[in-house]
């Protein structure tokens, strides 16, 4: 496993969601409310791209006829088949210990850390300033 | 209604207008009286599964009748059978007291409207034969109708064929209640095969299309159902109207039978001043709604609507025309109209023969 | 087959006739009925000289299959040894349009199965007819019922004038969970809407077929809906469906419930699951090929072995002999079927069981 | 659509190396519904403007029960030019077609099919549109894809008519209808659509949806989209029933039937059920002269999406060597929601053989076999493995009448 720098901070906005690939692989970037999360873009129903859904809230019933909404922009809905994904856990909102996606741990770090090592930036362009987004991969 | 006190009515046959009465109901007495014209495969599919229609009871009526069988009490045959079922006693209690010098018969319970096609064409057929053998070869004043299973157009056409020309029948029969409104294509050459026949295509209240009595679903009455035909009545000669089949068959001549009547004016109307503004939806159609009925429509008078004055009845019989009405009695059924007391009213001699016997002769083409 | 302690969780004693049932009417239904002439309630669910209504040795010379005491237990409770079978009695009740005149039948048909049967064999129990044409009314039904614990199970219809998931129904589920009553759903219609989704059929076998795709309708309601949120404990009974269809059904609302659940929130068990908690499913008719090897397979795709109950349909004709339990099933699987789940089904049938 | 990812995606196989596939079931539409208009009669386009379409629903447009995504589509399927999900040629290629080398594609018209309109002429006249449009500006620009004609099956005689008008063409490869009718698909009259595609060589494709008027269950109208949605398996089975106890596939031997976007795991079940009742009550059915489950096995074939997903999924194998590896033919459904991916789709390990039949090579023979050599019945060998899986032996002596 190794650590890499993804892109500084501003470029993910809260409330917004980018899509790198890291050793070959699709990981989305989520910012909710200034917390970071990573999650595998791969469907694991059929594959479809997870990034491309649709982020959503959570519409829960304690009782038939009863709606509560929670966790707005939390959830992502897979853009094919509508199943919706904990973007905190990868977990599946129906089936959570048996269908998730893979999450990836992210952090963020100040550029003057990162500059230290030990990360593999890849294309970012480093500025002491600024904060970038860690994921570990 | 009937409160009022009436005059004795005339005992004295003779001494009585002679009268139509297009809408008599013969029934078989048993089952088995279809026997010699119906096929041993049938007759051993019908005593293995029934004949289903569309509706959940295996026989009988989905709403039960007001009266058993839904006939007069007083019209069971004395050498017993079900009310209808005697043609003597049919002569001796209805014909011949009332002077009936045309009746025509319109068997229910007929074949039509059963779910399996082959099976309620070959009951039809039989039907067909059985008021041949049983009631016309033997009383000359009875004309017979046509049953045929109009939900399969193409056997239906046959059955008429099968009997053009035939001198004992005189009408086609429909029930209204049918899987599609009346005007739609699938039943057109059943009108093609009618108006080739020159023979009047008469649609009896009734029938068993498995869509609810109205447009919002199952009611919860026998009453509910029985007024409801009016609706359901209205909505199949809508059809044919709007549809187009007096434009495709300018021959054909239609009968509402037991649909009552009093609504037709209204539906003309209706009809006219939705057709003005919306005509360029129907553009194969080349008058007005109303012109159609007029020319192409007859009505039976039975259950005959009783306003109060009674006199109100003058204003839509004056809108639909004297010679559009024939009368009806409906015998056996609960719901008779006795022709001594169907219509009260001071009218012509002219307009009381077109109502009682005129009408129904040129419609049908049977002279005097 | 003869199995100790089998409970027979469907049979169909045949109302002798219209009036059989006069007794237990008040006077004013009774001289309706006469006035009017009504006919006896045969629903065309079950064409009476139809095959598959009676079998051929099941099917009197004179009368109607499943009439008497006395037919029931020549033909079907002693030869199979039940300790136990259930009545579930197919009087077309359900048809009516009037909810008067329905709750006034429902009472007679109940009334009579008491009397009649239930009085008079200690192995019979029964379900409750009610008029379902207002709900109402038959909670009343249930309530007065509910009171003899011979009456084990709510009946109802597998079409009717809506699905039975909606709310409206309720009151009947809350009256059946109050009196450890589980709602049985058997085969038939009250033809008020077309028997199949796409229409009338010309045929009978067409109509018989498609039962199994009113209880499939059926299931897809009741889960959609959340009965068995609100009714954790209610258990459904689907009666004579064939039940072959129920692995295939699952896999398909499973896998719409994952990308719709959010239209019904309420659905937080998947419907398999749910199943395997509320719903079970009478033996007879298993609609499968003869081989005994795909019905294996079929019974392991079901992933359970507490859904089915033991039931011989008797007078219709499933199978033939004493064939009432298909070949090829394993002796704990028929314990299983015939004791172990229908007691665990019907709580009211180890009251008086014992 | 915020997110651009021009360089990431999943790691796929360039198309080339990927094997080639026929989809049973593209759904395209005009971009505009007026982009229809100029294949269509004035009289039509101005009865479409005051009358709209009227198909036996409430709604004056859009779905009875409303749909789960926009358009019922995947949400990256909106062509980046604009217009709905399907309506755009160049997009399709690039985003379906190309990326998933699919050689075969089967364009089946729904958005809108015609056939259920009440007004039977305007049903005709948009029928024989769409289907001038569709060879016009689909199949002609792009000879992957073919064509299936959508006839106003609500009128017997004016689909035989737009069925000759089509036969021999070559862009042309199946006749369309959907599933929920006026009356049941088996009754007669819509026996006259049968005899004319058989003798035009085309098969029969029925897509679920469509509005008869009936509610979606036998028990009256749901209330969810999902119970609508799942419902289209048991008005399939209803429709299935009726086309082989009616009798049209002993009446017209050359026959073959798509059941497409209903799903299949229930066949089985209901051939088993056919084949019992109809043992019992076979004297209701003297028409018949072979069990239900060999006419469904000689005269069915089955798109895949939705995709039954058992678990476990080995399940799946079961239903499918009951139905015969030859009768199911692959779809995505793209461009809707509830699309499968022919990467993911199928959840077993398959021999080369049933890849390339479930892939391909049953779609080929159904649809590109040349005119003139139909299949009257399969091979023997698989009807003897059928014989085995659905034939239940008659209760009261063996002999079938033949």
């Given at each position: ?9 501003s470029?993910?906005p ?31 129903h ?18 038939p ?44 770090a ?12 890849e ?15 | ?19 139509a ?58 050498e017993?059978?079900?009310?209808g ?43 067909n ?6 009631w ?20 239906a ?11 004992d ?100 109307w209706r009809?006219?001043k ?14 007005l709604?109303?012109a ?41 059924h ?33 002279g005097? | ?53 009676a ?28 300790a ?5 009695c ?7 349009f ?10 007679a ?11 008079r ?22 309530e ?29 589920y ?10 049985g ?41 959340g ?89 219709h ?21 015939t ?16 | ?19 080639a ?16 208009y ?11 403007d ?35 999900p ?6 399709m ?6 990326a ?47 064509a ?9 005689a ?6 000759e ?6 862009d ?7 599933s ?20 035009a ?52 031997p ?7 976007e ?7 079940p ?31 074939w ?101």
């Amino acid at each position: 496993m190794s650590r890499h720098v993804l892109a500084p901070t501003s470029d993910i906005p809260p409330g917004s969601r980018k899509l790198f690939t890291v050793k070959g692989r699709p990981i989305a970037i989520f910012n909710l409310e200034g917390d970071f999360f990573g999650m595998l873009n791969r469907c694991p129903h059929q594959g479809g791209s997870l990034c491309e859904g649709v982020v959503t809230g959570l519409v829960l019933s304690s009782n038939p006829g009863e709606y509560t909404y929670a966790r707005k922009g939390e959830i992502i809905r897979c853009p094919w088949h509508g199943w919706e994904f904990d973007i905190r856990t990868g977990q599946s909102y129906c089936d959570p210990e048996r269908i998730r996606t893979k999450a990836y741990p992210v952090d963020t770090a100040s550029g003057a850390t990162v500059i230290e090592g030990p990360y593999v930036a890849e294309t970012v362009p480093l500025q002491v300033e600024e904060n970038y987004i860690i994921v570990d991969v | 209604m009937n409160l009022q006190i009436r005059d004795t009515p005339a005992t004295q046959t003779s001494s009585r207008l002679a009268i139509a009465d297009c809408d008599i109901h013969p029934a078989v007495r048993k089952a088995s009286d279809l026997d010699p014209w119906l096929p041993a495969r049938w007759r051993e599919h019908l005593a293995s599964f029934g004949g289903g229609r569309r509706l959940g009871m295996q026989s009988g009526p989905a709403y039960p009748k007001g009266q058993p069988n839904a006939s007069r009490r007083d019209a069971y045959p004395p050498e017993g059978g079900r009310q209808g079922s005697s043609l003597a006693f049919m002569q001796a209690q209805h014909l011949d007291p009332n002077n009936v010098a045309l009746g025509i018969l319109n068997p229910l319970k007929s074949g039509q409207g059963l779910a399996n096609p082959e099976l309620s064409a070959a009951v039809c057929h039989a039907v067909n034969e059985w008021q041949v053998a049983t009631w016309t070869s033997q009383d000359s004043r009875l004309k017979a109708s046509i049953v045929v299973p109009y939900e399969n157009a193409s056997m239906a056409a046959a059955e008429i064929r099968h009997w053009a020309g035939h001198q004992d029948f005189v009408q086609v029969l429909f029930l209204s209640r049918t899987a599609e409104p009346l005007g739609n294509r699938r039943y057109w050459p059943i009108y093609e095969a009618a108006a080739e026949a020159r023979l009047p295509v008469a649609v009896h209240a009734f029938g068993y299309g498995g869509a609810p009595i109205t447009s919002t679903g199952w009611p919860s009455y026998y009453i509910e159902e029985m007024t409801g035909h009016a609706q359901s009545c209205q909505a199949g000669l809508s059809s044919m109207i709007v549809e187009g089949i007096f434009e495709q068959f300018p021959q054909l001549r239609v009968i509402m039978v037991e649909a009552g009547f009093a609504w037709a004016p209204a539906l003309g109307w209706r009809l006219d001043k939705a057709w003005r503004t919306l005509r360029a939806e129907t553009p194969h159609l080349k008058q007005l709604p109303s012109a159609y009925m007029r020319r192409h429509v007859w009505w039976t008078t039975q259950p005959m609507e009783e306003p109060e004055p009674r006199e109100h009845l003058l204003d839509t019989i004056g809108w639909m025309g004297w010679d559009r009405l024939l009368f009806a009695t409906d015998y056996p059924h609960w719901d008779f109209d006795d022709p001594a007391y169907a219509l009260p009213l001071r009218i012509t001699d002219d307009q009381r023969r077109g109502f009682f016997l005129d009408n129904a002769r040129a419609v049908y083409g049977v002279g005097a | 087959m003869n199995i100790p302690g089998a409970i027979d969780c469907d049979i169909h004693p045949s109302i002798p006739g219209l009036d059989a049932l006069l007794p237990y009417m008040p006077d004013t239904w009774r001289e309706i009925i006469q006035i009017r002439g009504i006919d006896g309630l045969n629903s065309i669910s079950y064409p009476a000289r139809s095959p598959l209504t009676a079998r051929p040795d099941w099917s009197p010379e004179k009368g109607k299959p499943a009439a008497t005491l006395a037919q029931i237990q020549r033909e079907c409770l002693d030869p199979f040894g039940s300790a136990i079978a259930i009545c579930n009695c197919l009087y077309g009740v359900q048809l009516l349009f009037s909810e008067d005149m329905a709750a006034a039948f429902a009472r007679a048909v109940n009334g009579w199965m008491a009397a009649e049967l239930l009085d008079r064999d200690p192995r019979l129990r029964a379900s409750i007819v009610v008029p379902i044409q207002n709900v109402e009314l038959a909670v009343d039904e249930i309530e007065r019922c509910a009171q003899d614990p011979r009456f084990v199970q709510v009946l109802l219809l597998a079409s009717g004038d809506h699905p039975l998931g909606k709310r409206m129904y309720w009151p009947i589920y809350a009256a059946a969970a109050r009196h450890k009553l589980p709602i049985g759903i058997h085969a038939g219609s009250n033809y008020h809407n077309p028997p199949t989704a796409v229409g009338w059929p010309s045929y009978y076998t067409e109509d018989y077929v498609a039962q199994a795709q009113a209880f499939q309708s059926q299931l897809t309601s009741l889960f959609c809906e959340g009965v068995f949120n609100r009714y954790p404990d209610l258990k459904v009974v689907l009666l004579e469906s064939g039940w072959t269809w129920l692995p295939a059904h699952l896999w398909r609302l499973t896998k719409y419930w994952r990308g719709l659940r959010m239209e019904i929130p309420w659905a937080d068990r998947s419907p398999a699951d749910v199943v395997r908690s509320n719903v079970r499913l009478s033996l007879q008719p298993t609609d499968a090929p003869p081989d005994a090897a795909s019905l294996q397979r079929i019974i392991e795709h079901l992933q359970s072995d507490e859904l089915l109950l033991f039931s011989t349909d008797y007078p219709h004709w499933q199978f033939d002999g004493m064939a009432a339990i298909p070949a090829g099933l394993s002796p704990a699987l028929v314990r299983k079927i015939t004791v172990d789940n229908p007691r665990a089904t019907y709580a009211r049938l180890m009251e008086l069981v014992r | 659509m915020n997110v651009q990812n021009a360089h990431s995606a999943a790691p796929q196989p360039a198309a080339a190396s990927r094997m080639a596939i026929a989809d049973c079931d593209i759904h395209h539409s005009p971009r505009d519904f007026k982009m229809l208009y100029p294949y269509l009669e004035p009289r039509w386009r101005d009865h479409l403007d005051q009358f709209g379409m009227r198909r036996r629903m409430g709604n004056y447009s859009g779905p009875q029960y409303p749909k789960s995504q926009p358009d019922a589509s995947r949400r990256d399927a909106w062509p980046p030019g604009g217009g709905r999900p399907g309506s755009n040629l160049d997009f399709m290629r690039t985003h379906h077609l190309d990326a998933n080398n699919i050689e075969l594609g089967i364009l089946t018209m729904i958005r809108p099919h015609p056939g259920g309109f009440q007004n039977v002429d305007l049903s005709a006249a948009l029928c024989r549109a769409i289907n001038d449009w569709q060879v016009a500006e689909w199949t002609q620009p792009e000879p992957r894809l073919k064509a299936s004609i959508v006839v106003p099956y609500e009128d017997a005689a004016a689909s035989v008519a737009e069925i000759e008008r089509w036969a021999g063409h070559r862009d042309v490869v199946q006749v369309l209808l959907l599933s929920r009718t006026v009356e049941p698909l088996g009754n007669r009259r819509y026996w006259p659509i049968y005899e004319a595609a058989a003798a035009a060589g085309l098969p029969v494709g029925i897509h679920a949806f469509g509005n008869g008027g009936q509610p979606t269950s036998s028990t009256g109208w749901s209330s969810f989209y999902i119970e609508d949605m799942v419902g289209h398996a048991q008005s399939c089975q209803s429709l299935v029933s009726s086309m082989v106890l009616e009798g049209i596939f002993a009446r017209v031997p050359a026959l073959r039937v798509v059941l497409i976007e209903a799903g299949f795991g229930w066949l089985p079940p209901l051939a088993w059920r056919l084949d019992r009742n109809w043992s019992r009550l076979r004297a209701e059915l003297p028409h018949l002269h072979r069990l239900p489950s060999e006419y469904i096995r000689d005269h069915i074939w089955l798109t895949t999406q939705p995709m039954e997903e058992p678990e476990p999924s080995a399940h799946l194998r079961d239903t499918i060597d009951w139905i015969g590896w030859d009768k199911l033919l692959f779809a995505t459904d793209y461009p809707h929601w509830d699309y499968d991916d022919p990467r993911t789709a199928i959840p077993l390990r398959l021999s080369a053989e049933e890849r390339e039949a479930f892939f391909i090579s049953n779609a080929q023979a159904l649809y590109l076999r040349p005119q003139g050599d139909r299949p009257g019945t399969p091979d023997s060998v698989t009807r003897t493995r059928q014989k085995e899986t659905f034939m239940h032996t008659t209760p009261h002596g063996q002999e079938m009448p033949r």
